[in-house]
């Protein structure tokens, strides 16, 4: 496969740490899963971290939360109820006139009289619902679609997003421009109604996926770290190494030591500081955006 150079962005998935509480959703962790997108470049129609359109975004941040909003900037001004600009809160759903014919932009307050949207100019971004040179005076309203306002004192506990094999397929899809040519995956339990068939199915064609011994591609697994190093070497059609790693957990005997040794060899992994390279842990979404992109500056 043709070697391709990315564009770098800022944020490719969600960020590696939220914070659970005895609450379903708090301030905190929505604006903290929103931020984490920061940078994160606008795309129409877009919906995943790879490419934001306004309501793909808060669509992606609610859904995070488990909430569930409409797809749409129209609909989502139809959903919950009405707040006046003097009694926005966090999380509170704000919407601007940017087009002359209504309701035709949305974004996230985050407090301060600031709200966190995906721009056509910057992708996400905060900016001043005040601002008089342009948001101040396209302001048309706000709905609460959740209430955020009792926000539990009890004490949070880290939970680590990981990469599941679909994401990752959606992804390198996405970014490698990979289409598939066939009608139908080869996998067993990939329906055509799954939300990333198509990606699925590119990925596969390609040769960077594969499926079990079943015939399953297992969309909502993770992945461990020796299974995306061998995803990462075909994807980026790097040459592959054999030979001995630094790395205490990598003999050479082990199935991925070639591909591991390929990203090290690369200048992609150092490995953990207790000096393994963590063979069976599972990829985190931030260890996956570090790999995405040292091998976007290659």
Known sequence: MKRIMFTVF?????????????????????????????????????????????????QFVFNKEGIS?????????????????????????????????????????IGSNNFIHASTSKGVMISSINDPAYWGSRYIGARRVADFSAETKVASI???????????????????????????????????????????????????????????????????????AKVLVGAFDLELTAGTTPFKDVSPSNWANDYINTLYINKLTAGYPDGTFGTTNKVTSNELKLFIDRLSKR
């Open 10 to 58: 800022a944020c490719l998935l969600i960020s590696t740490f939220t914070h659970d509480t005895a609450s379903a959703s708090t301030p905190t962790s929505l604006v903290s899963g929103a931020k984490a997108q920061l940078g994160a470049p606008y795309r129409y129609g877009g919906v995943t971290s790879s490419g934001f359109d306004c309501s793909g975004y808060t």
């Open 69 to 109: 909003i409409p797809r749409a900037t129209g609909q989502q001004y139809s959903t919950g109820k009405p707040v006046s600009k003097s009694n926005l809160l966090t999380g509170d759903l704000v919407f601007f006139n940017t087009s002359g014919r209504g309701v035709s932009h949305v974004g996230i307050y």
């Open 158 to 228: 880290p939970r680590v997003d990981y990469a599941t094999r679909a994401e990752v397929a959606e992804i390198l899809a996405q970014e490698l421009h990979l289409s598939s040519t066939t009608s139908s995956t080869a996998f067993s339990d990939i329906s055509t109604s799954h939300p990333q068939y198509d990606d699925i199915a590119a990925v596969a064609e390609a040769g960077i996926f594969s499926g079990n011994t079943a015939g399953q591609f297992k969309p909502d697994d993770y992945l461990t770290r020796s299974e995306l």
